[in-house]
């Protein structure tokens, strides 16, 4: 199976529909800090093996990161472990910030 891949204004589109959506963001802390999408949860790349209990398997899930890569990376993972409804935020924060909202920073 792929990834479904979504653009930064079709999220946009899926949240000011107010879909249940779980933004997943797992870039590091400081990314974060800098910039992030309102109501995003943090789970870095590196801790998503141990903190796969804190995601919920029947829940939309998009996966968040600076440019598409590591977000890749985690839906994949997630999918292996029995995830289904998951998506790709591409381009990532970046692209959210320059197509959605410029008032999240660019880095």
Same mark, same amino acid.
């Given at each position: 199976?792929?990834?479904?891949?979504?653009?930064?204004?079709? #999220?946009?589109?899926?949240? $000011?529909?107010?879909?249940?959506?779980? =933004?997943?963001?797992?870039?590091?802390?400081?990314?974060? /800090? %800098?910039?992030?999408?309102?109501?995003?949860?943090?789970?870095? =790349?590196? &801790?998503?093996?141990?903190?796969? @209990?804190? =995601? @919920?398997?029947?829940?939309?899930?998009?996966?968040? /990161?600076?440019?598409?890569?590591?977000? &890749? &990376?985690?839906? #994949?993972? =997630?999918?292996?472990?029995?995830?289904? @409804?998951?998506?790709?935020? &591409?381009?990532?924060?970046?692209?959210?910030?320059?197509? /959605? $909202?410029?008032?999240?920073?660019? %880095?």
């Amino acid at each position: 199976m792929t990834i479904k891949q979504l653009s930064a204004p079709e #999220l946009k589109t899926k949240i $000011d529909k107010l879909e249940p959506l779980f =933004l997943l963001d797992v870039r590091e802390p400081n990314e974060f /800090c %800098y910039a992030h999408i309102e109501n995003s949860v943090l789970i870095p =790349l590196s &801790q998503i093996p141990a903190r796969l @209990d804190e =995601l @919920d398997k029947q829940q939309a899930i998009v996966v968040i /990161c600076h440019h598409g890569m590591r977000s &890749q &990376q985690a839906a #994949l993972y =997630l999918e292996h472990a029995g995830f289904s @409804d998951i998506s790709n935020l &591409q381009g990532g924060i970046n692209a959210w910030s320059m197509l /959605c $909202d410029n008032t999240v920073p660019r %880095y």
